[in-house]
């Protein structure tokens, strides 16, 4: 049995929503909006045939509107969105290619970025690295090929704090016509908003929390609200795709009654894992990492109830009723999905770099710049995009803050299609999620033992644990940097440029 649309939670637009490129998208793209149709010169690891079948144009505009964060009685908040619709949900096939034509309705300078997906460095949507800032009122033509199926997301990539802490993300969900097939499907997207009684924001961001852990939301909500209250058939099989859209918050995920087991980690398939066999019975999550879980659900009547088990006070984000059916009970096997098909790095072969992760002050950076002859040499980060002030870095050097502007030396310089094995030591008394844009990489393991070997995009080092990831490079200056949006715009980002 296929999954109904009415079973997925989140509203759902159909592929087809008919759009197109304006010709306003077109001009205000410039070169590269133009480029889109063209083979772009800069090319990652990602197929991006030449006269795709399966081009699916869209439009997609960010902007403003309004939501009941604060309960059907509370005052409405003034949250930002794609297309009006918090949490806006693509499916597409894989395979497919998205030509798409983004409107920038708010009222300061934003950009897209295609978190986990293997694509185009011109399409990364890093200002000022990638592409322009895309001005209020203006526009930008992204095509973004569909490689890998699973569960991601997009975000802006400037004002990340500001934008993403008001709301801004989409989730895309990339469907294999392989995938096993479940009784239901529930998407489930764990934000916290930093409210105030009236509805409105208080400050994103705060020194002590930018300089420690970062600044948390006191309103902790799954799809917008306090808890989901869903169902799906007795002893069905479920599928729930989980995204931690926080800015800030680390969460333990786990289950209470019902079977479950993980099978996927950031989109990818892994060998399922049984919830129960993980440390604690959880995964850890840091924002922007996601999993899909196979959930059993017990007999009519029983609940399975999803939790956050880090959080001081137990969150239950979701509970799933069964809800009568003629399934009989079988014993639980939980379902894999296909193996995942990305490149893999050549372990043996392999160079190896080690990165460590650490605090740092404003006047202990480097003013180490690029040789005048580089393209980005004279290129200015637009001063929304970088925070305040600096509190961290990566190996000695700080993403710019402040005043500074000019964009850094890379971190390392790569050669395309070559393998490199990273080790991500943290030196901070903080979990960091660090994030590789463009690429999907092997978590080899940590030295704490905690994480399985998986592909990932995002991957969540403890304090004083080093993570080893691998990865074959794709050509292009791809970022590098903590998902705790304060920590990257405070100084823990950096890119790799691989040529
Ligand atoms: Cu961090």
């Not at 197929?47 to 081009?55: D, F, G, K, N, S």
């Not at 059916?325 to 193996?339: E, G, I, Q, V, Y």
């Amino acid at each position: 049995m296929t999954t109904s649309r009415a079973d997925r939670h989140l509203p759902m637009l159909p592929p087809d929503r008919p759009a197109g490129l304006s010709r306003r998208a077109l001009l205000a793209g410039g070169a590269l909006g133009a480029a889109s149709y063209l083979l772009p010169t800069s090319l990652g690891n990602a197929r991006v045939p030449a006269a795709p079948a399966a081009t699916q144009a869209l439009t997609l505009a960010a902007g403003e509107t309004q939501m009941k964060l604060l309960g059907p009685d509370g005052p409405a908040s003034r949250v930002c969105a794609y297309d009006g619709t918090p949490f806006r949900t693509l499916r597409f096939p894989r395979g497919s290619v998205l030509d798409v034509g983004f409107q920038n309705g708010l009222d300061e300078g934003t950009t897209v970025h295609w978190h986990g997906i293997r694509l185009p460095n011109a399409f990364d949507g890093v200002p000022t690295l990638t592409q322009p800032l895309v001005q209020p009122g203006g526009a930008y033509a992204y095509r973004v090929p569909l490689e890998d199926p699973g569960t991601f997301f997009f975000h802006p990539h400037c004002d990340e704090t500001g934008q993403a802490g008001r709301g801004l993300a989409g989730v895309l969900i990339v469907e294999d016509p392989r995938d096993p097939a479940f009784d239901a499907e529930h998407v489930l997207c764990l934000k916290d908003w930093r409210l105030a009684e009236n509805g409105g924001f208080l400050p994103m961001s705060e020194p002590d929390g930018a300089s420690k852990a970062g600044t948390f939301g006191a309103t902790r909500r799954c799809n917008g609200q306090p808890s989901l209250a869903l169902e799906a058939p007795a002893h069905g099989e479920v599928r729930l795709r989980i995204l931690n859209l926080d800015s800030t918050r680390v969460m333990d995920i786990g289950v209470d009654q019902g079977e479950a087991a993980l099978i996927a980690v950031d989109g990818h398939a892994l060998p399922p894992i049984p919830l129960d066999r993980l440390p604690d019975g959880v995964w850890r999550m840091g924002p922007a990492q996601r999993i899909d879980l196979h959930v059993r659900m017990p007999a009519a009547g029983g609940q399975v109830r999803l939790a956050d088990y880090r959080a001081a006070k137990l969150y239950e984000f979701a509970t799933l009723t069964a809800t009568p059916s003629a399934r009989p009970l079988r014993p639980f096997r939980p379902l894999a999905l296909p193996a995942a098909q990305v490149p893999r790095a050549d372990l043996k072969k392999a160079e190896r770099l080690t990165f460590t992760l650490q605090q740092a002050t404003d006047a202990a950076i480097s003013a180490a710049g690029l040789p005048p002859d580089d393209p980005l040499a004279k290129a200015l980060l637009d001063s929304l995009c970088v925070g305040s002030t600096t509190y961290w870095g990566i190996d000695q050097l700080s993403w710019p803050t402040g005043s500074r502007r000019a964009v850094p030396p890379p971190l390392a310089r790569m050669r395309a299609g070559r393998s490199y094995r990273v080790t991500v030591k943290n030196g901070t008394r903080y979990p960091h999620p660090i994030h590789l844009h463009g690429h999907v990489f092997e978590v080899i393991g940590s030295s704490s033992g905690r994480l399985p070997r998986h592909l990932a995009d995002t991957v969540l080092v403890q304090p004083d644990e080093a993570a080893e990831i691998a990865f074959v490079a794709a050509p292009g200056d791809w970022v590098f940097h903590c998902h705790i949006l304060e920590h990257m715009e405070t100084g823990m980002m950096g890119y790799f440029r691989v040529l």
